[in-house]
């Protein structure tokens, strides 16, 4: 679905169902440069189960006018508009990697409408290498194909796909060219001035869940484990087949964990 | 730069993981019709794509899924749908996207059944064609017209073996937003990637050189995942709700493998045109040797070449890797490491002479068929073409004296020697 930010177009997935804030709310928060199309099995999960569905192209990505946004603090605030807008509430945040650092500061600024938050593959900053942000504005293609490279353990490196037939690795790479470089290098950069995660983790009150893959070369274990302890009381779940893009890579493991912690802390009738 | 896997590599591995109970390195054969479902929540789940799966090999198969995620991976696809033939490939694909009313702008050098299937039989559904000669770039740009939805061609045109322009036909479908279909049998991706040239959508007759045993019919529809389906209301089966499922948006859910969803949601489900598990499981073997068996088809191809055209009995020798053909620059372009394995030429004498070089080779076997790993020879006026009307004969390039030869894996030299037997029966004919 479309509607309107501060006169700006944003595009909206929902997973298959009209939205409808009277039902709780699934909000999917995407990783650098990519899109609603990262989640499109899990979205149609909870959106046939009774929850509205919420996966927004950030500004400036693939459907949604930008332009860009710079800091993950103004991302965490437009995302605060989108819920706003649309009258969100009873939210379960799903976020993956950069998505992760999104949901960090937007749930610890808006705890009143946050039911759960899951966080997949990440910890609590993302410092991105130099050399990957200045491929990103001289040499998109080098970068889609270091992050693609990076991010996928050996399912994706094999060409499976969370739907038989598709390669999941062809798809993320095809993705986040449609969003180079200008997405994804204001993402890699936003990502790397991160500096409020540790601050922003401990402010959080509502029920936690941490997803790591066991073969992430983007987030490794250690940071996700870090990450847990500034959480507090918080579940932590190793998938140790996935690589950094597990919602892809394990979407079955990933979608029961998702599954069984939101639909505890977050019931639809 | 990020590493990732190599052609043969990709070969050889991609689309396969080992399974976890009994550990077999072959992809297994799945030759089961349907799946059993461990609850109600995991079948409803599948039926209404929330999750990946089999529920009837109809739509999907586990062996099928191997051949179609490596043939995506060499391909550079983001996702491929097999189905029981070429032929089916190319229905499917075209019809997943045009409907009564469209109307496509082809290449008129191609396979006799992709031409038949657009002259023929496409119009009963209301869906017309205007071929144009590939080497006539601004023909395929007068050529489109307010309803054209597709561009359609042969990387090496069948049997004239034009080498069709990818990146300027690339260049214009991207212009007048029309997706751009190329058919890659003669190719295989292993010679050229069309999808890095402007192609969409890549179809092929796995039967041929991706299999390369001539054990198993099948075919292959890649989705490129680079075409914006969303960005005109042109091609509304992408982008509407589809009803069958609950209103899915395919544009909308699926990105860049919308268009394989369709071939999935639709074609494979209300037509059914699906691959056999035994054939997909033959067809990996093939694949698997695919750069070995291309290598040794060029290298053969290339003795024959000079072997034909010093031959005193051939009045002709066309292959897009001789000077002399009118492809040949294009050739070079795409298809660096050879224009493939066929070639086309004539035996001194006509038709009666031909006939009788066909009639006393015994090494080469006369069928219809190409891309095998045995030697091939047809004569395309009176088989693989003969359903086509004369001016589309002339327009395919086809005379009737031409042999078609598609160069298999034997020795040289017993080519060359089940050759000359053919030449010594069609000399009689020589001067009559």
């Known amino acids: 679905m479309y509607f309107d930010i501060n006169g700006k177009r944003v595009f909206a997935t929902t997973g298959g169902k009209p939205f409808d804030n009277s039902k709780p709310v699934v909000l999917f928060l995407s990783g650098s440069a990519l899109d609603h199309t990262f989640w499109a099995l899990h979205a149609r999960f909870f959106a046939f189960r009774n929850y509205s569905v919420l996966v927004p192209d950030f500004p400036g990505h693939t459907n949604s006018e930008g332009p860009n946004l710079t800091s993950i603090e103004s991302m965490a605030d437009w995302i605060h508009e989108v819920v706003e807008v649309l009258g969100a509430r009873n939210i379960s945040v799903v976020g993956h990697s950069q998505g992760c650092l999104v949901a960090l500061e937007y749930v610890s600024h808006h705890p009143e409408k946050v039911r759960s938050v899951s966080f997949i593959g990440s910890g609590l900053a993302t410092p991105v290498n130099a050399a990957l942000i200045e491929a990103a504005e001289k040499d998109p293609a080098a970068a889609v194909a270091m992050m693609n490279s990076w991010g996928f353990g050996e399912a994706g490196h094999k060409h499976q796909g969370a739907v038989p037939g598709n390669s999941m690795v062809a798809g993320g790479m095809k993705t986040m060219a449609r969003n180079a470089p200008a997405g994804l290098t204001a993402d890699l950069k936003a990502c790397d001035a991160y500096q409020n995660g540790k601050a922003a983790a401990e402010k959080l009150r509502c029920p936690k869940q941490i997803i790591l893959g066991g073969k992430d070369r983007m987030t490794p274990r250690k940071a996700g484990v870090e990450f847990a302890m500034h959480l507090g009381n918080t579940e932590t779940h190793v998938i140790d087949s996935s690589g950094h893009m597990v919602p892809l890579e394990a979407p079955n493991e990933c979608r029961k964990l998702l599954r069984d912690f939101i639909f505890a802390n977050n019931p639809a009738t | ?432």
């Open chain 2, 1 to 432: 730069m990020g590493h990732f896997h190599h052609f043969d590599t990709l070969a050889l591995h991609a689309g396969q993981t080992v399974d976890d109970e009994f550990g077999a390195r072959a992809t297994p054969i799945y030759q089961t019709t349907s799946y059993v479902f461990p609850d109600t929540d995991t079948a409803s789940s599948i039926f209404n794509l929330e999750r990946g799966g089999h529920a009837y090999s109809r739509i999907t198969n586990p062996t099928v899924a191997v051949l179609e995620q490596r043939i995506a991976a060499l391909e550079g696809g983001s996702a491929a749908v097999c189905t029981s033939s070429g032929m089916a490939a190319t229905f499917c694909a075209i019809t997943a996207i045009l409907s009564q009313g469209d109307h496509i702008v082809a290449s008129s050098q191609m396979y006799g059944g992709n031409i038949s299937l657009m002259k023929n039989t496409l119009p009963r559904f209301g869906i017309t064609t205007t071929f144009v000669d590939p080497a006539d770039i601004e023909g395929f740009r007068a050529a489109i017209q307010d309803n054209t939805r597709l561009i359609y061609g042969e990387l090496i045109g069948n049997p004239g073996l034009d080498i069709l322009d990818l990146d300027a036909i690339g260049a214009i479908s991207k212009e007048h937003h029309i997706p751009f279909m190329v058919d890659a049998t003669f190719n295989t991706p292993y010679l050229c990637r069309c999808l890095d040239h402007g192609a969409n959508i890549t179809i092929h007759s796995v039967t041929k050189w991706m299999g390369g045993h001539g054990v198993a019919i099948g075919g292959v529809i890649v989705d490129g995942g680079n075409f914006d389906w969303g960005a005109t209301d042109r091609y509304p089966t992408i982008t509407e709700p589809y009803a069958p499922f609950s209103g899915l948006n395919l544009w909308d859910e699926f990105g860049p493998s919308a268009f394989a969803m369709r071939i999935r949601a639709e074609a494979m489900r209300d037509i059914g045109p699906s691959m056999s598990p035994m054939n997909a499981f033959l067809l990996l073997q093939g694949l698997e040797t695919l750069s070995l068996r291309m290598n040794k088809h060029l290298s053969n191809t290339k003795m024959l070449l000079e072997f034909l055209s010093n031959h005193e009995q051939v009045s002709w020798v066309s292959h897009p890797d001789l000077p002399s053909h009118r492809s040949h620059k294009l050739a070079q372009k795409y298809l660096p490491k050879g224009a493939g394995s066929i070639i086309s030429f004539g035996v001194k004498g006509g038709r009666d002479a031909g006939k009788a070089f066909i009639e006393n080779v015994g090494l080469a076997s006369h069928l219809a068929n190409v891309g095998d790993a045995k030697t091939l020879v047809i004569h395309p006026a009176t088989t693989t073409h003969s359903r086509i009307d004369a001016e589309a004969l002339i327009a395919a390039g086809i005379t009737e004296d031409m042999v078609r030869l598609s160069v298999g894996l034997e020795d040289v030299r017993d080519i060359e020697a089940d050759f000359e037997n053919g030449f010594r029966a069609a000399k009689k004919f020589v001067g009559d």
